[in-house]
């Protein structure tokens, strides 16, 4: 015979396991519950004074697991959840999916572990982003190259350093106390993961970039130097000399085309003096120019306006430009085939021109 209290620990446990089911319809929660009294009333006549009334809690979680149910959801049947834990949830199931399978649970592991790479790739690429809104880049050089080399220098290093810091933090579970601080987080990781493949393109053509140009030579860089250049250094005049060694006053020069031969590059368009030395401190040429006649750029040596006496007036300036001072004297006459005497070796010897002469300067 079952006595009273029995029956009351008996309707206590169904209640209880009643309210372990409450987040499921309550349809579904009756076809779960019934008869549960009558049987346990019924195992309780039979064990008599051995019978003893399981644990609530397990006995809902094997109801569920026997129904083929999920488990148990802290919000109750009818009631909407919200969209940040679903995702927490279906995060959850698929972690558990995956750890059944060794292999993938091995993977997942090993991703785990490479968890503080990613956080300094997340401080870089929000850094490559951000960085153009304040600086263009690295003195002369432009790409992603640029602002990475701009993190050494300030204010670089100062939005680097918090970026890698708040980066840091954020992957150990700091510095989000709030839902909205998590959300920012959150939202913040998620752009960062679109931008990645941009951000590491951009590194790697970068980088191809800084190689190619590295590996260009000397003649490379003199083929991209305007107008005349010896090894990469542009010419600013020309002087000539005869087969006697005296200095020749006046000489056209020409390429094999019949072209005139110039100094000047093509973008010096119309100019009356050189733009590539305009302004840069030295003495700058002008063209030889004659009434009635265009100016001609391959009669040598050129003019030239003094280093110094730049008056940022074009007619002016142009106004002020000199006959150049020859390096030489005379240099060594061209070689004739018959023995020089010693008299004559020693007056062929090139010497330095102290100062201009009359077989120097050009009329």
């Not at 109750?76 to 698929?94: C, F, K, Q």
């Amino acid at each position: 015979m079952i006595t009273t209290p029995v029956h009351d620990d008996i309707r206590a446990f169904a209640a209880a396991v009643r309210r372990y089911l409450d987040d499921l319809p309550v349809e579904e929660v009756d076809d779960l519950l019934d008869g549960l009294e009558a049987d346990l009333s019924d195992q309780a006549a039979e064990a008599g004074q051995g019978f003893t009334i399981p644990d609530a809690a397990t006995y809902a979680a094997e109801l569920r697991a026997a129904a083929g149910l999920p488990e148990r959801s802290d919000t109750p049947a009818g009631e909407r959840v919200p969209i940040l834990r679903r995702i927490a949830d279906l995060r959850t199931s698929i972690d558990t999916q995956i750890r059944r399978n060794p292999a993938a649970e091995w993977l997942l592991e090993l991703a785990a572990s490479l968890r503080p790479i990613w956080w300094v790739l997340r401080a870089v690429v929000l850094y490559l982003f951000i960085g153009p809104f304040f600086w263009s880049g690295y003195g002369s050089m432009s790409g992603v190259v640029a602002y990475l080399l701009g993190a050494l220098q300030f204010p670089g290093i100062v939005l680097m350093t918090a970026l890698l810091l708040l980066s840091v933090q954020w992957g150990r579970g700091r510095w989000a106390p709030t839902p909205i601080m998590r959300g920012i987080r959150t939202a913040v990781t998620v752009v960062t993961l679109l931008l990645t493949p941009f951000a590491l393109v951009g590194i790697a053509g970068s980088v191809q970039s800084l190689v190619w140009d590295s590996s260009y030579n000397d003649h490379a860089a003199a083929s991209i130097t305007p107008g005349l250049a010896l090894d990469g250094q542009r010419i600013r005049n020309i002087y000539a000399f005869g087969t006697d060694g005296n200095a020749i006053p006046m000489v056209q020069l020409f390429d094999q085309d019949g072209r005139p031969l110039t100094t000047i590059g093509s973008d010096n368009g119309s100019a009356p003096f050189d733009n590539y030395f305009y302004g840069g401190g030295g003495p700058v040429p002008v063209p030889y120019t004659a009434p009635g006649a265009a100016d001609a750029w391959n009669i040598y040596p050129l003019r030239e306006i003094p280093a110094g006496v730049m008056s940022w007036d074009a007619v002016e300036d142009v106004a002020k430009a000199k006959a150049p001072t020859f390096p030489f004297l005379r240099v060594q006459p061209v070689p004739t085939g018959e023995a020089p005497t010693g008299a004559a070796t020693a007056e062929a010897t090139p010497q330095p021109s102290p100062s201009p002469t009359d077989a120097a300067v050009a009329p």
